[in-house]
């Protein structure tokens, strides 16, 4: 079993938040690999995308998907992999904020109201990436369009149907009440990972969506974020540079320091 598990965000964490470009973590990807150190995507895009994203990375690790409400991890019992569904079915939460939308009048678009080429427009992704990240499952990403009063009121009324709204790096996300720290925990206790016996839990993210997945962890690590709006994290690691470079300049950090400092670290020493 290994003795580091590594989470990451990725949109402004291992990608950079403009170009999504990730070329300078692959030769430290490969390192962590012949380290036994596996790599966890933890993400608020699709399964479809982070597949994708995994070929890109070759990973071969489980993925977390829309902010912790659904995952794919190695078969216990058969070959291949399943998936964990933790949050509300999207089309319930369309079905929900369309009522919301038509009753106060309240303005905001999500990805169910925009056709492939507004998507690519309000992502900057390309068709094919674009079209990976339409096929979701338990969260809808929106732009809030209205007051921030009227927001408040759109929170709440979520709340009333057990639903919650996150603000990501580019979008806000309705969601069930999940985050990235659910999925985490329960990764981290399966006997395919650590069976949670001496091991460490590294996190990077940039966005408010990251905070339970940092302080999930025992070293959390803030990437510089372009927009300037650092996370508040207590004994995390703040990078100099955005990404990929600030998670490059992390986990080298990290890789730097001895095991047993991380031991001492949890046991409070």
């Known amino acids: 079993m290994s003795k580091m598990i590594i989470f990451t965000d990725l949109d402004g964490t291992l990608l950079n938040h403009k170009s999504y470009d990730y070329k300078a973590v692959l030769p430290l990807l490969e390192r962590l690999k012949s380290l036994d150190i596996p790599v966890v995507l933890n993400s608020s895009k699709t399964l479809s995308e ?20 659904v995952m794919t991890v190695p078969s216990l019992s058969k070959k291949g992999e399943e998936k964990i569904l933790i949050g509300r079915p999207y089309e319930e939460i369309r079905s929900f904020i369309k009522h919301l939308r038509k009753r106060h009048g309240w303005q905001f678009e ?13 992502t900057g992704l390309h068709s094919k990436e674009a079209l990976l990240a339409t096929e979701r499952e338990v969260t809808e990403p929106i732009l809030w369009q209205d007051s921030e009063a009227n927001l408040e009121a759109f929170k709440a009324a979520l709340e ?15 969601m069930g009440h999940h985050d990235k720290a659910d999925a985490m925990h ?10 949670n016996k001496d091991c460490v839990i590294v996190a990077l993210g940039d966005s408010d969506n990251d905070i339970a997945m940092l302080n999930y962890a025992d070293v959390p690590i803030v990437i510089c974020n372009p927009s300037g709006k650092g996370l508040n994290i207590q004994n995390a690691i703040y990078t100099d540079s955005e ?22 670290k949890l046991k409070g020493e």
């Open 186 to 195: 329960f990764l981290v206790n399966k006997e395919y990972f650590s069976d």
């Open 243 to 264: 990404a990929p470079f600030g998670w490059v300049e992390a986990i080298e950090k990290v890789l730097e320091t001895p095991f047993d400092q991380f031991s001492r």
């Open 110 to 122: 999500g990805f169910g109201d925009w056709t492939l080429s507004g998507v690519m427009n309000h």
């Open 160 to 174: 009333k149907e057990n639903l919650t709204l996150k603000k990501g790096g580019r979008f806000y996300h309705v």
């Open 50 to 69: 982070l597949d994708e994203w995994k070929l890109k990375l070759k990973l071969s690790t489980p993925v977390i998907a829309e902010n912790g409400g």
